[in-house]
């Protein structure tokens, strides 16, 4: 799975992981970072998801990360935001108050392109990522946010029932992946109603990495 995968998939409007509200996840739990409002909180590999749009309606400030082009003008439009938009290095910066959005690569933004954030939200990174990137993209993302407190959610599913995205994480290889830097919160572990794509069983779980 390459970059070409996402892009055909915005270019199709083949996009069944884009939620039409909110996540309950991060509505429900977003407190437990125990932010004030005015924080800054990265979202890698964001797409056009409603929870920027939540989140900035809590007052939080926004950064994202998203390969996508298609997917962060539909998100400004969406807002009904017209951004600043410029190059930084490798990527490209739309802006506007409150929301900076980097398009491109997320292993081509830098923790100095980046900037300072209090916390990550990754919904939609981790599981993205199929097995043989994620240990490099969750070592990446330390290192550009220095280690900011995270909260992460995972789904988990017979992995031989269907290729993903989205990928089945374990308990197991969060472990793995953060545990030498963060203490680690298992917050909540649903079953979803409906499965996955209707036809698989699959449990959500919802972590919280603090240092």
Not at 92 to 101: G, R, T
Not at 119 to 132: C, F, H, S
Not at 169 to 188: A, F, R
Request: proline share 4%; with cysteine.
């Amino acid at each position: 799975m390459d970059s070409n995968f996402w892009l055909q998939k915005w270019q199709d409007n083949n996009i069944g992981f884009h939620k039409s509200e909110a996540n309950l996840a991060l509505v429900k739990h977003v407190g437990e970072l125990s932010l004030p409002h005015s924080s800054r909180i990265f979202v890698p590999l964001c797409g056009k998801t409603l929870d920027i749009a939540w989140l900035l309606s809590k007052g939080y400030r926004v950064a994202g990360a998203e390969l996508v082009e298609l997917a962060i003008e539909q998100l400004f439009e969406e807002l009904k935001v017209s951004p600043k938009i410029s190059r930084v290095g490798e990527v490209s910066l739309y802006s506007a108050k409150d929301i900076d959005i980097f398009v491109g690569d997320i292993f081509d933004v830098s923790g100095k392109t980046l900037g300072p954030v209090d916390a990550i939200y990754d919904r939609a990174a981790l599981i993205a990522l199929p097995e043989e990137v994620r240990k490099r993209y969750t070592a990446h993302l330390m290192g550009i946010t220095d280690k900011a407190p995270q909260l992460l959610v995972t789904c988990e599913y017979d992995q031989s029932l269907m290729e993903g995205p989205p990928f089945s994480i374990s308990q197991e290889e969060v472990n793995k992946h953060y545990s030498d830097n963060y203490s680690l919160s298992l917050i909540s572990s649903t079953d979803v109603v409906g499965g996955l794509k209707g036809k698989y069983d699959v449990k959500e779980s919802v972590w919280l990495l603090q240092n």
